[in-house]
C-alpha cells in the first residue's frame, strides 16, 4: 500500500509529549491515593534511618534512575526488523508499611533501523553532500506494580505494566543543515502509530550502597505487547527520482523483549 509522506515537522513532538503526559497523569492519579494510604505509623524503610528527609515525610520513597534496553523482536515482528537499542527513564515509588511493594513509571525510546541517503545540495551539481538519515524508532511509556523481595545481596523481583507504544519514522539533514535557517527545516515525521500495550517483566535488583540514599543495580527483561500496529521499516521510503517519494507501511502485530541494565538512586 502506497501513500504519501507526512510534511508536518511537529508530530514527533507532539507525540513524545502526549505520550509522557498520560504517563505522568497516570502516575500522579496512582501517586495521589497511595501517598494517602502510606500515612501510617511503621518502622523506617530497608537502610534508611528514621526521620529521613528523603521519606518525604509521609511514609513514601522514591527511586530514580536510567536504562540501557536491547530490543529482540518476537512472533511476526522478528519477521520485518533486527535487534534495536535505546534507554529508558525509570522511577519507583514505595510505601514504607510495604516494603515489597512499588509503583513504577517507565518512560523510554528504541532505535530498530537506519538509513542514509546522500543527496547534492544544489541541484546543479553533486559536488557538495548532505546526508539525509532516516530511523526508525519506538517511544513507549508504561505504569503498573512491581514486586520485589527486599532483603539480601541480590532482591528477585517481578512487575507488569499497561501503557503506550509510539511508532514513527523520521527523517532529518545529518551533515550540511547549517545551509538552513533553522535545523528544524531539516526534519520530518515520516509516519507513525500510537498502540496500547501491557506487559510484564522481572529480574535482579543488586544494591550497590548501604547508605539512607542507596543505590541498586537492575538486571531485567521485560515482554511488551502492541498488537496490530503499522510501522515502516528500512527501504519502506522510496525515491521516484523526481524529488518525490512513496512508503510502504508493514502492518503486523508487534512484540518485542525489552533486555535492561540500569541503576536507581533514592532522592
Known amino acids: 500500500m502506497m501513500r504519501t509522506r507526512m510534511r508536518n515537522r511537529s508530530r514527533l513532538r507532539a507525540g513524545l509529549v502526549a505520550l509522557t503526559a498520560l504517563g505522568v497523569m497516570a502516575a500522579l492519579g496512582a501517586i ?6 502510606a500515612q501510617v505509623p511503621g518502622g523506617p524503610f530497608n537502610g534508611q534511618p528514621s ?38 527513564l525509570t522511577a519507583l515509588l514505595g510505601f514504607e508499611d510495604s516494603p515489597a511493594f512499588r509503583v513504577r513509571f517507565d518512560a523510554g525510546y528504541v532505535n530498530y533501523g537506519s538509513e542514509t541517503l546522500g543527496v547534492p545540495v544544489f541541484s546543479v551539481t553533486d559536488r557538495i553532500l548532505t546526508d539525509i538519515v532516516t530511523r526508525n524508532n519506538v517511544g513507549y511509556v508504561g505504569l503498573g506494580p512491581e514486586i520485589r523481595l527486599p532483603y539480601g545481596p541480590v532482591q528477585p523481583y517481578v512487575n507488569g505494566f499497561a501503557g503506550l507504544g509510539y511508532f514513527f519514522t523520521v527523517s532529518s539533514v545529518e551533515r550540511g543543515w547549517e545551509l538552513y535557517e533553522s535545523p528544524d527545516y531539516g526534519t520530518t515525521v515520516n509516519f507513525d502509530d500510537v498502540r496500547a500495550a501491557y506487559g510484564f517483566g522481572g529480574g535482579l535488583a543488586i544494591p550497590i550502597s548501604r547508605s ?14 502492541h498488537g496490530r500496529t503499522e510501522y515502516l521499516v528500512p527501504g519502506s521510503i522510496v525515491e521516484d527520482g523526481f524529488g518525490g517519494s512513496s512508503f510502504s507501511p508493514v502492518s503486523s502485530d508487534v512484540d518485542f523483549v525489552l533486555f535492561q541494565l540500569g541503576l536507581t538512586f533514592r532522592v
Open 212 to 225: 539512607a540514599k542507596p543505590g541498586v543495580l537492575r538486571l531485567e527483561a521485560q515482554y511488551r505487547r
Open 32 to 37: 495521589g491515593p497511595a501517598g494517602a494510604a
Open 51 to 88: 526521620g529521613d528527609p528523603s521519606s518525604g515525610g509521609n511514609g513514601t520513597q522514591w527511586d530514580l534512575g536510567g536504562t540501557f534496553s536491547v530490543m529482540a523482536p518476537q512472533g511476526q515482528f522478528s519477521s520485518f526488523v533486527n535487534d534495536g537499542f535505546g534507554a529508558a
